[in-house]
């Protein structure tokens, strides 16, 4: 069994910055693909951020391009989010997602479906 845990949401001003942490747990972590998604209320969940096993491959919703940056280090069995120029439209619970079965075949790391273990969210709040 993988536990999942976010941490560091809170409540910043718009345009500040804000980084997020998700430590998961298990044995094969640095073979684990993750990513980010957030859900605001009356939204369904979207994808944000992903990262591979490596960390050598990122990608980014287009409406956070630029702005966030994921990273990894799987020395600590770590994955964070940083987050900087907060909009008010950023506020959402984040949640961490980790892909744990292999699969050597291309994937759409976008879709909520392709991660197996997930944590249960961190909420960010940007104020005006």
């Known amino acids: 069994q993988v536990q999942v845990v976010e941490s560091g949401g809170g409540l910043v001003q718009a345009g500040e910055s804000l980084r997020l942490s998700c430590a998961a747990s298990?044995?094969?972590?640095?073979?684990?693909?993750m990513a980010w998604f957030r859900q605001a209320p009356g939204k369904e969940r979207e994808f944000v951020a992903f990262?591979?096993?490596?960390?050598?491959?990122?990608e980014y919703a287009d409406s956070v391009k630029g702005r966030f940056a994921v990273a990894r280090d799987n020395a600590k069995s770590m994955m964070y989010l940083r987050m900087n120029s907060l909009k008010p439209e950023d506020a959402a619970f984040y949640y961490c997602a980790v892909r744990i079965s292999y699969s050597s075949a291309p994937y759409d790391y976008t879709r909520i479906e392709e991660y197996d273990y997930w944590g249960r969210g961190t909420q960010v709040t940007v104020a005006s």
């Open positions: 298990g044995p094969t972590f640095d073979s684990n693909d």
């Open positions: 990262i591979n096993w490596s960390g050598g491959k990122t």
